[in-house]
């Protein structure tokens, strides 16, 4: 991996633990030099890579706590600088008085994720595994999890270097032929470079297909409720999310706004809004949740029109189901309990009882398939959005590529053009203020 210019050198410190109390707590230094730090602060400066039981000490030799030192030389670290860690009690009282004290000897507080900043800047992680080390943190589930630890490890980046391995090596096939244009297209087609072309597109599709798993076990699913009044939204966000999350009566129009409830279906983050029922009112606070309703139904990744099984899709039905946008969308024909009809999916309508939860499974399986989930999720990798934007701008290169194959000059452009969107993934090439809202988005201490 390609290194870029070093990091800052100045001293940054940062609490690099959970906030709260704690058995343990951890104060970070890192920087180009940390040992006339350590020895104010500790009395001396311990070996390297070695846990050293000692005393934390104020200005006046005073003792703050006593804890382990652990001190990481260059560049043989988790930064690829001087680490000096600091693991005392966890009280957040006592690890402020160290913070304050490695800052009053010369450091500066971190900004938010500039550790693993400084650690991608000296060449000691990619851009995907960085951003894995906060995927990693905040993972909701244990798939999600698995799926960070596979970036960070390098999984995801190992991917990506070998289509850019590939694709450098046909740019040298092609751009070597232009020197000799009398024989470029024989001299392709016996290289086999059109084969070399499809392998690389093949090899493309099924990274994104990892990675768009990937995203939906960081970002989730939104799926919004809507219909009628007393169609049954609420009570089937209910059985969604296991316990009374919405209140549910009788009384038409008991919902007069959205109401948003988390939950997980085979580890991947489902985000459940229920809304107002959808119906002509001359009450302005349900005209406000109705407002609402089509607000959320604007934003969200499939919609669910709940349908009263006792008397179908009606023409106001209709008209919900014309005014949706294009995107993904079911039908569930709920009260299978009162029409005594079997649960069941065809294409996209489900018919179940949000009542006596009949049917729920098969609305959740539903869900995951009109999200593009695939059950075997072991091999996704924990991929963001600008992941998935950078792949899908190299398959369109490559599409271009193809059709440009007999013009050597715009064939090899447009393969250029796909490598460098395949680097972005890794950092090889990323502009600086993209780096920074990256970055800032990560925790203190991180």
């Known amino acids: 991996m390609a290194k870029r210019p070093p990091a800052k050198p100045d001293l940054i410190a940062a609490i690099a633990t959970a906030p709260g109390r704690g058995g343990v707590g951890v104060v970070r230094v890192s920087g180009a030099d940390i ?11 311990p070996p390297p890579r070695h846990a050293t039981f000692t005393r934390f000490l104020d200005h006046e030799g005073g003792v703050l706590d006593e804890g382990i030192a652990l001190v990481f030389s260059a560049p043989h670290s988790f930064t690829g600088e001087h680490v000096l860690e600091l693991q005392g009690h966890g009280g957040p009282v006592v690890l402020n008085l160290i913070l304050q004290r490695c800052i009053a000897l010369g450091a500066r507080l971190a900004e938010p994720g500039e550790f693993s900043r400084r650690a991608f800047l000296n060449g000691k992680l990619d851009l995907a595994q960085a951003e894995a080390v906060a995927d990693l943190i905040d993972a909701a589930s244990t798939e999600a999890a698995r799926s960070a630890v596979r970036s960070l490890t390098g999984a995801f980046s190992a991917r990506i270097a070998e ?30 470079a059109f084969g070399r072309l499809d392998a690389i597109d093949a090899s493309l599709k099924a990274v994104r297909a990892q990675a768009k798993q990937g995203v939906l076990l960081r970002e989730g699913l939104t799926a919004v409720l809507i219909g009628q009044p007393n169609v049954g939204k609420s009570s089937l966000l209910n059985q969604l999310a296991g316990y009374e999350a919405a ?22 983050p489902l985000h459940i809004i229920d809304t107002a029922g ?3 009112t001359d009450d302005p606070v349900e005209k406000l949740g109705i407002a609402r309703t089509w607000a959320a139904v604007e934003k ?28 993904a969308r ?13 649960p069941r999916v065809v294409g996209d309508e489900v018919w179940l009882s949000a009542k006596t939860g009949a049917g729920i499974e098969l609305l959740r399986k539903k869900l995951l398939q009109s999200a593009g989930w695939q059950a075997a999720g072991e091999g996704a990798f924990m991929a963001r ?31 250029r053009l796909a490598q460098a969107a395949l680097s972005e993934i890794t950092g090889a090439f990323t502009a600086d203020d993209l780096l920074g809202e990256i970055f800032s988005k990560f925790c203190i201490g991180k």
């Open 35 to 45: 040992a006339p730090l350590a020895a104010a602060i500790l009395g001396h400066l």
């Open 163 to 192: 289509l850019v391995e590939a694709l450098t090596r046909l740019r040298m096939l092609v751009e070597a032929t232009l020197d000799f244009p009398e024989e470029e297209i024989d001299f392709l087609r016996d290289a086999d």
């Open 247 to 268: 209140i549910v009566t009788e009384i038409a129009g008991t919902t007069r706004d959205t109401v948003r409830e988390a939950i997980q279906i085979e580890g991947v």
């Open 278 to 280: 959808l119906r002509d």
């Open 300 to 327: 969200a990744d499939v919609a669910l029109l709940l349908v009263d099984a006792t008397h179908g899709i009606d023409a106001r039905e209709t008209a919900i189901l014309q005014r949706l946008p294009k995107a």
């Open 330 to 342: 079911l039908t569930i024909h709920n009260k299978i309990d009162i029409t005594f009809d079997a």
């Open 385 to 415: 959005a600008r992941h998935l934007d950078a792949l899908c701008r190299a398959a369109v290169h490559l599409a271009a590529a193809r059709k440009t194959a007999m013009q050597l000059e715009l064939f090899a452009e447009e393969l």
